[in-house]
DNA sequence: ACTTGTCCTGTCATGCCGTCAGCTTACCGA
DNA sequence: TCGGTAAGCTGACGGCATGACAGGACAAGT
């Protein structure tokens, strides 16, 4: 599927080359994380990483190109969010669970990519489609999932008729990736003490009704 | 309260300045709107005004220091988006209506400011005290009146005693503006149909029930 | 040892950054 | 009307990042 990897000029990539690009990944990596996007520079990274811009642009066209990169592998470990609902029953204290297994995951999951995260939603809200369809491979697991939950709670009527549950959903996972995104932001509030709120109106978004503890 | 305004190197403003300098702000603010953020140069910004970047530098520390300049005069504005909220009822087919407006009200303001508040929730993301403080800012008058309300319908019994009125309040405003910033992204969900189901959310989390429409 | 293809870097033209000295313009009091 | 003074603007410059290329270093096979 990926093919192989190949140098900006069309080169195949051998052992020693991918290791100096992932490198530089590497560092990239490190460097959003300690410094604002705007003023992260090639130069930077190809120093970090011991070796000069030149190469660099011998297997990114940029740093845009680079953090794509990044981000498909992210996207790639995180298509696998929506593994806890697989198993998970909304139904009862179960739901509750599951809420809560949900929300734990996503918080996880953006704590631990966090600098990735934000650049990967400047660049879809900045309506770069490339960005965004990363954006929606990362979301989509769970929003799909929630979507099929609700149309099925729907179907028996416990939900109001009139709710779009892709809507609902794509809205719940939307403020999970916010809040994750600002949780340090939240004044007055603990971080300890988001988690069970956000389960909460994921339950109430879910099921239409408060979760039985 | 805002003094005079003035020059890096100590100037005060006149008549003329004060136009330069809004025209600058003026094209940046257009910058922002139609390149990313990332690529937005000084010199770009002067050439749209028709001066020079040396001018540029006269008014504003660097770029970031401008943008923080835009978003304080929309932060002013954006303090009026709780103004819904005063005089709006949570209880019966009134706080439909009200959902209803909080939603209308707060895609609208995200529209219209959607470029400058890209940059604010980033700068804030990345841990930028001064973006930080501009998006509390805009987003506070809105929690705080949420909270307050939850604080009231909970102690009347309606709602989980667990609940942290500011947690969920926060996170139904960060859902709002998240959601408000990527709506196109939302494949398969017309704007259209969005705002019915973001307002159904934020009266299930405000009052713990169904709206009556 | 020689060939071949991968891998890296020195170097260069170009362009933006950020600063300064110095020029022009507007205002004001005499 | 006429300087004087401060505001306002810019050309020019050193410094640094970008992005391209050609050529040298290196590893592997023969």
New interface residues.
């Given amino acids: 599927m990926t093919g192989q990897v190949r140098t900006v000029d069309g080169r195949v990539a051998g052992r020693r080359g991918q290791a100096t690009r992932q490198k530089l990944l590497d560092c990239l990596s490190e460097m959003l994380s300690s410094s ?3 003023d992260v520079k090639v130069i930077d990274v190809a120093r970090k990483a011991g070796t000069s811009p030149a190469t660099f642009y011998q297997y990114f066209p940029d ?2 190109g680079a953090v794509l990169e990044l981000a498909e592998q992210m996207a790639a470990e995180g298509a696998g969010l929506a593994g806890v609902l697989e198993d998970g029953s909304w139904i009862g204290r179960a739901g509750w669970q599951t809420a809560q297994n949900l929300v734990d995951g996503f918080l996880d999951f953006w704590r631990r990519n ?1 600098a990735l995260l ?1 650049v990967v ?8 489609k490339r960005f ?1 369809r990363i ?2 491979k990362i979301l989509n697991s769970v929003t799909g999932s929630l979507t099929a939950t609700i149309t099925e709670l729907q179907s028996k009527g416990r939900i ?1 008729k ?3 549950p ?3 959903a ?3 996972v ?2 999970l ?3 994750a ?2 949780q ?6 603990k971080p300890a ?2 988690k ?3 389960a ?2 994921v339950h ?2 879910v099921t ?1 009704k ?1 979760p039985t ?1």
Avoid at 121 to 128: F, K, R, S, T, V
Avoid at 184 to 189: D, L, M, P, R, S
């Fill in positions: 604002p996007y705007r740093v845009e966090d934000r939603d400047l660049g879809a809200a900045e309506g770069d965004a954006r929606a109001d009139d709710a779009n892709a809507a609902v794509g809205a719940l939307a403020m990736a916010s809040v995104s600002h340090k932001g939240f004044q007055g509030v003490e988001l069970p709120n956000l909460l109106l109430l978004g239409g408060k503890r």
